[in-house]
């Protein structure tokens, strides 16, 4: 597959995109981009990508001490889907349908009495 696929497949998610349909997509842009990654270096991946959206999240509460004379470029929104991508991509590596997996663990959460 070549990244005028890849650019093709982009195109067609919409605002009516399921997760399901953005689920594809990283599975489509992990293998253009030859990422082969394993699912723990995904994992490591994910986990440094949590530690930017944290900074990026202390910069935007401004209520946390910040070294006030470095620059800080990054967007929160974009940290927040950086930690999506990862997250879809470890769930492709064991082939899970991450709706399907939120939808069964929630039924477990339903049943929960929390206090």
Not at 39 to 48: D, G, H, I, R
Not at 53 to 67: P, Q
């Amino acid at each position: 597959m070549k990244k005028e696929q890849l650019i093709n497949e982009f195109n067609k998610l919409n605002d009516n995109s399921n997760l399901g349909d953005i689920q594809k997509y990283i599975t489509v842009m992990m293998e253009v981009n030859n990422f082969n990654n394993t699912p723990l270096e995904l994992f490591c991946y994910l986990t440094e990508e949590i530690g930017e959206l944290a900074k990026e999240i202390r910069k935007t509460e401004k209520n946390m001490d910040m070294d006030i004379k470095k620059e800080y470029d990054s967007c929160l929104e974009h940290e927040i889907a950086d930690v999506f991508i990862y997250l879809l991509a470890i769930c492709d590596s064991y082939n899970i349908d991450l709706l399907k997996a939120f939808k069964s663990k929630e039924k477990i959460n339903l049943d929960r009495i929390w206090e």
